[in-house]
């Protein structure tokens, strides 16, 4: 069983910066695929980035593309999200998750892709 655990989510002004932290224990082996996942109130949960386990390989959401930047140091079994230019719309509950199916690359932006979850971390972005 893997347990993940979030932070550094917080309330900040548009244009301000966030890194995020999803710290990982248990079986955590040599590290798992990991994914990024929002959910503001009223919508539904949403894909935001996605790193390999390598961390050679990333992907991101269009919508925070060239803002956002995960990272991963598996020494410390521990991924990041930076968050740059944060605006109101990203506000949200943000959650990781890891996911260890083979096919994960091809269903790395659907939440079936993950089979472990943390407790999300608020990020409230003020304008």
């Known amino acids: 069983q893997v347990q993940l655990v979030e932070s550094g989510g917080g309330l900040v002004q548009a244009g301000d910066s966030l890194r995020l932290s999803c710290a990982a224990s248990?079986?955590?082996?040599?590290?798992?695929?990991t994914g990024w996942f929002r959910q503001a109130p009223g919508n539904e949960r949403e894909f935001v980035a996605a790193?390999?386990?390598?961390?050679?390989?990333?992907d991101y959401a269009n919508s925070v593309k060239g803002r956002f930047t995960s990272s991963r140091d598996n020494a410390r079994n521990t991924v990041y999200l930076q968050m740059n230019s944060l605006n109101p719309e990203d506000t949200a509950v943000y959650y990781c998750?890891?996911?260890?199916?083979?096919?994960?690359?091809?269903?790395?932006?659907?939440?079936?892709?993950?089979?472990?979850w943390g407790q999300g971390t608020q990020v409230t972005v003020s304008s």
């Open positions: 998750a890891t996911g260890t199916t083979t096919n994960w690359w091809g269903t790395r932006r659907t939440i079936a892709a993950y089979d472990h």
């Open positions: 248990g079986r955590t082996g040599s590290g798992y695929a």
């Open positions: 790193i390999s386990r390598s961390g050679a390989t990333t």
